[in-house]
């Protein structure tokens, strides 16, 4: 919270000081979510649903100091490390060829102020989930407001995890050569 002190000149000349409070902008929460409302929060590493391509996912950004149909901007990055260090893999910025740009507008709920991001998981990235070691891509933003600069979530532990799953089926199983032997 910030202090700023303005000096009042009335037109008869007479002047006053006052001093006013104000909220530096903020990042105060933020959650990836299942629905639209920020209502039904994604965990990471919860085998409750496994996230595939083709699924839509939300990123939420609770704010603070930020004017109501104030604009965020974001960019999409997809966490990578290799042998636990995450500087000798560097994350990956394109899906598989073109940067995510979103945008998303606050909004007032109850007492607070959220944007929300609404981010489908393209088919189209399934290159990007081959190329991970473990065919899993970790997602977070970086998040923009005028000079408000961050990437969220904070800890890779809240990442959005999207693995790969195969395109078939049991009804149409990948060929294989099988062979029965009598014993």
Not at 74 to 98: H, K, M, S, V
């Amino acid at each position: 919270m910030g202090m700023t002190k303005f000096k009042l000149t009335f037109n008869d000349g007479e002047t006053h000081e006052i001093q006013a409070k104000y909220n530096s902008p903020s990042f105060e929460s933020n959650w990836w979510s299942y629905d639209p409302e920020g209502n039904e929060p994604y965990e990471h590493g919860n085998e409750r649903k496994t996230l595939e391509l083709g699924d839509t996912m939300y990123f939420n950004v609770e704010t603070k100091g930020i004017l109501e149909e104030a604009v965020l901007t974001l960019q999409l990055f997809d966490y990578d490390e290799a042998l636990w260090i995450d500087a000798a893999n560097p994350d990956d910025a394109t899906f598989p060829t073109e940067e995510v740009h979103k945008t998303a507008q606050v909004r007032k709920v109850g007492d607070r102020y959220i944007a929300t991001v609404k981010l489908v998981l393209e088919e189209s990235w399934v290159e990007v989930v081959e190329s991970d070691i473990d065919n899993t891509i970790d997602l977070y933003w970086q998040v923009r407001y005028g000079a408000l600069n961050q990437y969220l979530p904070h800890e890779d532990t809240s990442y959005l995890q999207v693995v790969e799953i195969p395109q078939h089926s049991m009804s149409n199983p990948p060929e294989r050569n099988i062979h029965f032997q009598r014993c």
